[in-house]
């Protein structure tokens, strides 16, 4: 067994109406002040209400910034660091999907840092922790409540960047199923295919540990069992809360394996398109699947046995084929697009869509050796829909 290491600082808090104790919590850490980072759509569902009392009741004062982007770009992260600049918080509380746990990460860390986000691209950059960060998740999901960075937007070069350092693990994650009972039906999807494309790739990544995919594979089996019923049964809190948490290994699970050719794509794509993440990921999961079966048909039999298979005398490839079957089946029965054409992408930019991606360190982990004439095939396959 080859040598690794795990670490993930985050504390975690699993219970349904855990996120009530927020102001309990923050009183305990000495707060005085908390901004609050969240969208439009989380205040007007009325999700921050009960934290919102919560932080009253407990006599904490607090601000909330609710301009966070889908795909967030380094102008908003700046943004709301004004803000907390000007109200003067001493603590940040996320409460949202992965856009506001992005946004709420690189505010945190700009709190204490000094020029601006994009200087600290890349890995190990930042000198200094941010503020204390609280992250309240309400989708399920992109696991950013246990991982070490935060995806920005460039606007000028509509390139996805991610800035990557332990300073942006949360201090804690409260995991309430209880957010997440109205979810609409779509956006369950798309993130709930999320959690499963971190899982599969976190799995098969070059560097993965013995740790990671004990957590990967864990996540695919509840994925597998749970995210159905959350699409068609949204009030049906045991598969939200198992959702909540197969979201949470998956994040826990990529923080320490990192992950592959579908994020080195979907990052682009949403850079360029401003196509949700999650969907992007969701419909380019089976053609990179594909791609790369041939490097690694044991994980993959592994993969459809934890989707629920029976790969009893099946060889690996089969098995793995079997795997693949299973994704797109579950991309059905989700109603998610078959092709990224179908999302908005024009193969008009496939040049820098191919540059772009193969920009992305996770190409170099990808199970499968990678070129750049992989991934515009890759890319033209799944405009195509040729599986």
Do not use: W
Not at 40 to 56: C, D, H, P, V, W
Not at 192 to 219: C, N, V
Not at 333 to 338: D, G, S
């Amino acid at each position: 067994m080859s040598s690794f290491k795990f670490y993930i600082p985050t504390a975690v808090e699993c219970d349904r109406g855990i996120s009530r104790k927020i102001g309990e919590i923050l009183k305990s850490n000495q707060a005085q002040k908390a901004l609050i980072v969240t969208d439009q759509g989380i205040r007007k569902a009325g999700l921050l209400r009960t934290i919102e009392q919560s932080l009253t009741e407990h006599e904490i004062s607090y601000d909330v910034f609710d301009e966070t982007e889908p795909n967030p770009s380094a102008e908003s992260i700046m943004k709301g660091l004004e803000r907390l600049k000007t109200v003067g918080t001493d603590h940040v509380v996320a409460v949202g999907g992965g856009s506001s746990i992005d946004t709420a990460k690189g505010i945190a860390i700009m709190a204490c840092n000094t020029g601006h986000i994009l200087d600290y691209e890349g890995v190990g950059k930042i000198p200094n922790p941010g503020y204390p960060l609280i992250v309240i998740p309400t989708t399920a999901g992109t696991g950013s409540e246990v991982t070490a960075s935060t995806i920005v937007t460039n606007s000028l070069t509509r390139f996805k960047t991610a800035v990557i350092s332990p300073y942006l693990f949360p201090k804690l994650a409260l995991l309430d199923a209880e957010l997440t009972l109205k979810l609409p039906a779509d956006i369950t999807a798309a993130t709930g295919m999320d959690s499963l494309t971190h899982a599969i790739e976190s799995y098969t990544s070059k560097t993965a540990t013995p740790i990671s995919r004990a957590f990967a594979i864990q996540a695919i089996e509840l994925i597998g069992r749970n995210l159905p019923k959350a699409y068609y049964v949204g009030d049906d809190i045991e598969s939200r809360e198992n959702m909540l948490v197969a979201s949470m290994l998956a994040g826990a699970a990529f923080s320490q394996s990192r992950l592959g050719n579908v994020h080195a794509i979907s990052h682009t794509l949403g850079g360029i398109f401003n196509i949700a993440h999650g969907i992007a990921n969701a419909v380019l999961l089976p053609y990179v699947m594909k791609f790369n079966l041939p490097a690694c048909p044991d994980k993959m039999r592994d993969i459809a046995s934890a989707l629920g298979a029976d790969t009893t005398g099946l060889t690996f490839r089969e098995a793995g084929d079997k795997a693949l079957q299973l994704v797109c089946s579950m991309n059905e029965a989700l109603h998610i697009p078959r092709t990224i054409q179908q999302l908005g992408v024009s193969l008009e930019l496939l040049p820098k869509m191919v540059e772009d991606s193969m920009r992305s360190g996770n190409v170099l982990i990808n199970p499968r050796l990678t070129t750049p004439a992989d991934i515009k095939a890759i890319i033209e396959n799944a405009y195509q829909g040729n599986l």
